[in-house]
């Protein structure tokens, strides 16, 4: 989501299709007589919550059971909840994540927007472009830092945001469990489609190594969750289970950058056909740019970057992004 906010300045907004992707996750369509309703803001209410349970409502009782389907049937519902949670994002958190505790003095030093708290915004302006549009300008370098500490800030942030939650809703302890429900969990069960489509463009063998895969097969990120969670197929691979292993949360070394960046290109077609039957996201544009945006943020200097198993060499990460400038 970072690396989404970093890369779409001009049109901050479109990240509201990645909060809708993670929302759809903990929001409860067919519920069990045990289901709880978890509160996430202290306010009694959510306006982000009640439009996407009642679009995830509309959707079930259409037969769409994924978002990706839902989105296909559902267009102008669709569309209508994104403006709803435009809105919302833009009213709400937007002028208030820059004050301090409770005055409503702003102190902006990540962010500046032309709006302030207690301020309208009709759909008017929240599609206007250019100055009349709502643009989030980011400070110099903060960008950077986000980029450099996301790893840092996203299980801190994710930890205070449960404890938040645990709270609000007197569960006492807070769970593992919990997280998951609310972050998803870092292992997604993917489909066996999605698993034999990458298979199939793989030749049988393991994205990293090359080597034939024979038992457990991983479907990994290659730029990694903690990075930034981008879940279309074009930032998935399928390695097995040694190499993804000892991959970890690393990124990857410009060599495989290369590979990866040509396979996304060359087989893109490929690739979006595997992610229409497997119902996963396809999106290379946004990839790259996310891929680019992270590469380009590191220390020129040296970087820690994986080349393989038992294989971490500190590089130039500039290496990495030449490595992406034939598929710009
Ligand atoms: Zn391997």
Known sequence: MLGTAITKVARPLNSTHVTLRSKWRSSTGHRSPEALDLRQISNKRSTIIDALRSFRLESESSGANSLWLA??????????????????????????????????????????????????????????????????????????????????????????????VAQLNNVATVEEALRHHLFGSPRIPFSKMLRDGLADLQTGTCFYCGQRLVGATE???????????????????????????????????????????????????????????????????????????????LPREGTPLWQGRKQVLTLDPGLALEAMTFAS
């Open 71 to 164: 989105r296909q049937r559902l267009r102008a519902s669709y569309e209508a909840v994104i403006t709803r949670i435009e809105r919302t994002l833009a009213e709400q958190p937007l002028p208030r994540l820059q004050t301090v505790g409770s005055s409503e003095t702003v102190f902006p030093f990540l962010y500046d927007i032309d709006w302030g708290p207690n301020e309208s915004f009709p759909v008017a302006r929240l599609r206007g472009s250019g100055a009349r549009g709502p643009t989030i300008r980011l400070f110099p370098g903060a960008g950077d830092e986000l980029v450099r500490l996301s790893p840092l800030i996203r299980p801190l942030v994710e930890l205070h945001w449960t404890r938040m």
């Open 219 to 297: 479907v990994d990120h290659f730029i990694p969750r903690v990075r930034c969670g981008i879940d279309a197929i074009e930032n998935l691979v399928l390695a097995d289970r040694p190499c993804n292993g000892d991959k970890s949360d690393l990124l990857a070394a410009p060599s495989l950058v290369s590979t990866w960046a040509r396979r996304n290109v060359e087989s893109s077609g490929t690739l979006s056909i595997i992610a229409e039957m497997s119902r996963v996201d396809s999106d290379l544009t946004g990839t790259l740019a996310v891929a680019r945006s992270i590469y380009g943020h």
